[in-house]
């Protein structure tokens, strides 16, 4: 009797189980154009524990918006550096990533970002559906009532997304000092301070 209740019990875990792996996390895609693809990554993390955020599951360095393929770091001419965020939109809202990217970027910018100019540092935001579209054109009014200026950061639809060379990944991470000190010297947290302060 002993050994046909211990079998019931194995059925029902490994049945358990295998529902477990059966289960589909729902992911969404979001791709923000920020200046310096370094900077942009690092946006989406806990600074002090240097972890993404809850419910991103990947962040990703490359270039996005032009008509090359398979550009480089070297040549890019046309594509903008960006980062692609996988989500879980169960966990963080496409509004919450939104409202990191706004923050992390100056919207009156129209030459690139910080000390980074020219076209492949401008901001933009790549929307993957109508329902980021609506989002991120609602978000623009609402810093514009916030800031009490006109934002001239684009809008976009999402195109192929090429991911940058392996060095550039977690770039803030693999490379610290380096990281820290172009940050530094680009002047982004002192713009940053100056533009959010309000």
């Given at each position: 009797?002993?050994?046909?209740?211990?079998?019931?019990?194995?059925?029902?875990?490994?049945?358990?189980?295998?529902?477990?792996f059966?289960?589909?996390?729902?992911?969404?895609?979001?791709?923000?154009?920020?200046?310096?693809f370094w900077?942009?990554?690092?946006?989406?993390?806990?600074h002090d524990t240097?972890?993404?955020?809850p419910?991103?599951?990947d962040v990703?360095?490359g270039y996005?918006?032009?008509?090359s393929?398979?550009?480089?770091?070297e040549?890019?001419?046309?594509?903008?550096?960006?980062?692609?965020?996988?989500?879980?939109?169960?966990?963080i809202?496409?509004?919450?990533?939104?409202?990191?990217?706004?923050?992390?970027?100056?919207?009156?910018?129209?030459?690139?970002?910080?000390?980074?100019?020219?076209?492949?540092?401008?901001?933009?935001?790549?929307?993957?559906?109508?329902?980021?579209e609506?989002?991120?054109?609602?978000?623009?009014q609402?810093?514009?009532?916030k800031?009490?200026?006109?934002?001239?950061?684009?809008?976009?639809?999402?195109?192929?997304?090429?991911?940058?060379?392996?060095?550039?990944?977690?770039?803030?991470?693999?490379?610290?000092v380096?990281?820290?000190?172009?940050?530094?010297n680009?002047?982004?947290?002192k713009r940053l301070?100056?533009?959010?302060r309000a």
């Open positions: 009797m002993r050994s046909i209740f211990y079998i019931f019990v194995l059925l029902i875990s490994f049945f358990n189980i295998s529902i477990g059966g289960e589909k996390m729902e992911t969404q895609e979001a791709i923000f154009a920020m200046g310096c900077c942009g990554a690092a946006a989406f993390e806990d240097h972890k993404k955020l419910g991103i599951i990703k360095s996005t918006g032009g008509t393929t398979n550009p480089t770091y040549s890019h001419a046309g594509h903008l550096e960006a980062v692609k965020i996988v989500f879980d939109p169960a966990v809202s496409y509004e919450k990533l939104l409202d990191v990217f706004w923050h992390n970027i100056d919207p009156f910018d129209d030459q690139g970002q910080f000390c980074d100019k020219g076209f492949p540092y401008k901001a933009a935001i790549f929307f993957r559906n109508e329902d980021q609506e989002k991120a054109k609602r978000s623009i609402e810093v514009e009532k800031l009490g200026k006109n934002v001239v950061t684009s809008i976009i639809p999402a195109s192929v997304f090429y991911n940058a060379e392996e060095y550039h990944q977690e770039y803030h991470l693999k490379n610290p380096r990281y820290k000190f172009y940050r530094w680009c002047g982004r947290d301070n100056i533009v959010w």
